[in-house]
């Protein structure tokens, strides 16, 4: 497969038993659509080698995949190859420091959702989180040692989380490290 062109984010499948979605009949499927594929754990991480498609018609393509064989109707969040290398380029100063001192998670936001305004939805508790607005994304990350203080679960509460996927940064770099083999 060539260098991916696009990487789709499927929130809230194969986990816990909720919404299965075998990884490699999802490949199967996309690739009989025109979109081959890799994916990238169990939970929802698609790099699509789709140049003939735009961000849109590849979200289209997933939802319906989703829905059509799966019955899964769920968040999907499609970025380009570019998107994806640029949000983890532009993580903040001190982002991505020390990882056993920081939990650390990009929200990915649905094309057209401003990062200011999602960013202002996320209720952070003074000296535990911290969060930043890139561009199409939400930067959030918690001291290791007082994360079950943090308060990046009342997300889940807002219209902000119909609208966003969120990944661990490990993750995140992982899937911007496979773009391009």
Same mark, same amino acid.
């Given at each position: 497969?060539?260098?991916?062109?696009?990487?789709?984010?499927?929130?809230?499948?194969?986990?816990?038993?909720?919404?299965?979605?075998?990884?490699?009949?999802?490949?199967?499927?996309?690739?009989?659509?025109?979109?081959?594929?890799?994916?990238?754990?169990?939970?929802?991480?698609?790099?699509?080698?789709?140049?003939?498609?735009?961000?849109?018609?590849?979200?289209?393509?997933?939802?319906?995949?989703?829905?059509?064989? =799966?019955? %899964?109707?769920?968040? +999907?969040?499609?970025?380009?190859?570019?998107? @994806? #290398? /640029?949000? *983890?380029? !532009?993580?903040?100063?001190? =982002?991505? %420091?020390?990882?056993? +001192?920081?939990?650390?998670?990009?929200?990915? @936001? #649905? /094309?057209? *959702?401003? !990062?200011?305004?999602?960013?202002?939805?996320?209720?952070?508790?003074?000296?535990?989180?911290?969060?930043?607005?890139?561009?199409?994304? *939400?930067?959030?990350?918690?001291?290791?040692?007082?994360?079950?203080?943090?308060?990046?679960?009342?997300?889940?509460?807002?219209?902000?989380?119909?609208?966003?996927?969120?990944?661990?940064?490990?993750?995140?770099?992982?899937?911007?490290?496979?773009?391009?083999?």
């Amino acid at each position: 497969m060539a260098g991916a062109t696009h990487v789709a984010l499927i929130r809230g499948i194969n986990v816990g038993g909720r919404n299965p979605v075998p990884m490699a009949r999802l490949r199967e499927e996309l690739s009989s659509r025109g979109a081959p594929s890799r994916t990238y754990i169990q939970s929802g991480n698609v790099i699509l080698d789709a140049p003939h498609l735009d961000v849109s018609a590849v979200t289209a393509l997933v939802e319906e995949v989703l829905a059509q064989e =799966f019955d %899964v109707t769920t968040v +999907v969040v499609v970025l380009t190859a570019p998107m @994806l #290398r /640029s949000i *983890v380029e !532009a993580a903040p100063d001190g =982002f991505s %420091v020390d990882p056993s +001192v920081f939990h650390r998670d990009v929200a990915f @936001l #649905r /094309s057209g *959702v401003d !990062a200011s305004a999602a960013l202002g939805a996320f209720r952070l508790r003074e000296g535990v989180d911290e969060a930043w607005a890139g561009d199409g994304a *939400v930067y959030f990350r918690r001291l290791s040692a007082e994360r079950t203080k943090s308060r990046m679960n009342s997300i889940m509460k807002t219209p902000f989380y119909a609208q966003m996927t969120i990944r661990n940064w490990a993750t995140t770099t992982a899937l911007a490290e496979m773009v391009d083999a």
